[in-house]
């Protein structure tokens, strides 16, 4: 069964280190997102992607926050200068094809990205 | 905006027992809601979805959950919860390009 990959599982970084979370999804997915973990917190939304361009964030993708569709296949996320407050499990999801958005989202397993 | 509401962030459930985790939805226009589950250490997998079809929707390992427009609800529920369901369960309804996720609740399953 097709799934979404994300890699590193589990990043440790110093504070200031620019990190890159790495997401490969499914592979005739269009649209594409990264949401976050705090520990102890829910699920939040940080970016959706479509067409090589960003098509919605929220007020926590900040300019410290990039994405990229570097290749045909993979997704990344980029945190130019990490702070504390960054620590979380980010999640990549992909979804839709040329027939539509569809209605379901599938998630990666996540990277837990410490920053110390 | 549309956004869900979960209550009680640890529930506790005798193996055997029914299930139900409860989910309150606010949105302005007919919504798509899901149920989400994350076992420790894994990602988030779909339970179940509810896109304007029929309003009570079955999904995986057992677990269904009914649309009621005039309660604004998508309470999740199982007949006999299982130890394997011990994790945690998060409601979210989809808002444009987004999904908004409620705070989830955690399944712990006594033996």
């Known amino acids: 069964e097709p799934e979404v990959t994300q890699t590193p599982s589990h990043q440790v970084t110093q504070m200031g280190q620019e990190v890159i979370l790495r997401c490969v999804p499914i592979s005739n997915h269009l649209y594409f997102y990264w949401y976050r973990q705090i520990l102890g917190q829910k699920v939040e939304f940080l970016v959706s992607?479509?067409?090589?361009?960003?098509?919605?964030k929220s007020e926590i993708f900040d300019d410290q926050f990039s994405v990229e569709r570097p290749d045909g296949s993979n997704f990344t996320l980029k945190i130019r200068s990490t702070k504390l407050e960054d620590s979380a499990m980010y999640f990549c999801?992909?979804?839709?094809?040329?027939?539509?958005?569809?209605?379901?989202?599938?998630f990666g397993q996540g990277t837990r990205l410490t920053v110390v | 905006a549309q956004s869900v509401t979960q209550l009680g962030s640890h529930v506790s459930v005798s193996e055997g027992a029914l299930v139900l985790l409860r989910c309150n939805y606010s949105?302005?226009?007919?919504?798509?809601l899901f149920w989400y589950v994350q076992y420790p250490n894994q990602g988030l997998q779909l339970l179940l979805k509810y896109t304007s079809a029929a309003t009570l929707v079955k999904g995986i390992n057992g677990f269904e959950a009914e649309f009621k427009k005039s309660e604004t609800s998508f309470h999740l529920t199982k007949p006999s919860a299982h130890m394997s369901d011990a994790a945690e369960y998060f409601c979210?309804?989809?808002?444009?390009?987004?999904?908004?996720f409620g705070k989830g609740n955690q399944v712990v399953v006594i033996p």
């Open positions: 949105s302005s226009v007919p919504p798509y």
């Open positions: 992607f479509y067409n090589n361009e960003i098509s919605e």
């Open positions: 999801a992909s979804e839709g094809d040329s027939r539509g958005k569809g209605t379901e989202a599938f």
């Open positions: 979210a309804v989809r808002r444009n390009n987004r999904l908004a």
